[in-house]
């Protein structure tokens, strides 16, 4: 079994940049790709990005594209979310998942979670 476990969160002025991590132990062939979802209060958690282990593609939401970039480190196995240009409502609780493939992951197929980390973008 796959697991999870997030860090990087906190606050950051709006304009600024975090960069949120998430370890994976237990990682197996049906894993082949890992995503970070968000959920701000009061909201559904959204799809933000995946990226897969095997070739690094990857997929974007419309909403942080061009600001946010997934990348990953196979020796490691870990997964980045590199945020730029931070806006108030990126403010949520970021997630990290493992799925099966990254497709999978877009629309919402998650196999494993991790705990969150909180984001704050202050204006």
């Known amino acids: 079994q796959v697991q999870l476990v997030e860090s990087g969160g906190g606050l950051v002025q709006a304009g600024g940049s975090l960069r949120l991590s998430c370890a994976a132990s237990g990682r197996t062939f049906s894993s082949d790709a890992m995503g970070w979802f968000r959920q701000a209060p009061g909201k559904e958690r959204e799809f933000v990005a995946a990226i897969a282990w095997s070739d690094g593609s990857t997929s974007y939401a419309n909403s942080v594209k061009g600001r946010f970039t997934i990348s990953r480190d196979n020796a490691k196995n870990t997964v980045y979310l590199q945020m730029n240009s931070l806006k108030p409502e990126d403010t949520a609780v970021y997630y990290c998942?493992?799925?099966?493939?990254?497709?999978?992951?877009?629309?919402?197929?998650?196999?494993?979670w991790g705990q969150g980390t909180l984001v704050t973008v202050s204006s």
């Open positions: 998942a493992s799925g099966a493939h990254r497709l999978r992951i877009v629309s919402g197929s998650v196999a494993v």
